[in-house]
């Protein structure tokens, strides 16, 4: 007899949700969801253009040296291995090709523009963190802290099976974003 109880309960659940959509616990979860993914598309979005200088100086280097291996007496392996894979992710495209050059001038002079593209990009989108609006998101985890279980329980009808994988969710901070968007590491030039 108990387990005809439970079968109704779902039959009823199933019955509510596709007449009603879905039980108000799970479209809690799905704001906490969209709330940060709209946050970090708008923040990857606004990383893409404010990489644009350090992709074009970034592929003007590329170009200038031709190879990564050319570049290795003029920075440190680690510094070269982080340009390159910087490099592949921001693919950039020049819209006139360069001369490749061996002379170590013309390569320093790149690199040098370079890092101050790079310390500019760091100098703004340190900015762009710190004034990072997190109170959306945060409201949202906080009203799923507050209120998900309940919701849970009702949609339910046991409090013990509501609390079956609830974890609370932390609130996002600046630092989780510097952590998920961190500043670029400036190469150091060798003299």
Request: overall charge neutral.
């Amino acid at each position: 007899m108990n387990e005809n109880l439970h079968d109704e309960d779902q039959r009823i659940i199933q019955e509510i949700t596709g007449r009603f959509g879905a039980p108000s616990f799970i479209r809690r979860a799905k704001q906490v969801e969209v709330a940060w993914s709209n946050l970090v598309e708008r923040l990857e979005q606004m990383r893409r253009q404010q990489l644009e200088m350090v992709g074009l100086r970034l592929g003007q280097l590329s170009a200038r040296a031709g190879t990564w291996e050319a570049l290795r007496g003029l920075l440190r392996d680690a510094d070269l291995d982080r340009l390159e894979r910087l490099h592949g992710e921001l693919q950039p495209r020049l819209r006139m090709p360069l001369e490749t050059t061996t002379s170590g001038r013309v390569l320093r002079s790149a690199l040098h523009e370079l890092a101050a593209a790079m310390e500019a990009f760091n100098q703004r989108w340190s900015n762009v963190i710190a004034g990072a609006d997190l109170k959306p998101v945060n409201d949202v985890r906080e009203a799923y802290n507050r209120y998900f279980l309940l919701e849970k329980e009702c949609a339910l009808g046991s409090a013990r099976v509501a609390q079956i994988g609830f974890q609370r969710i932390a609130p996002v901070t600046l630092d989780d974003l510097r952590t998920r968007f961190p500043v670029l590491n400036i190469p150091e030039i060798n003299s």
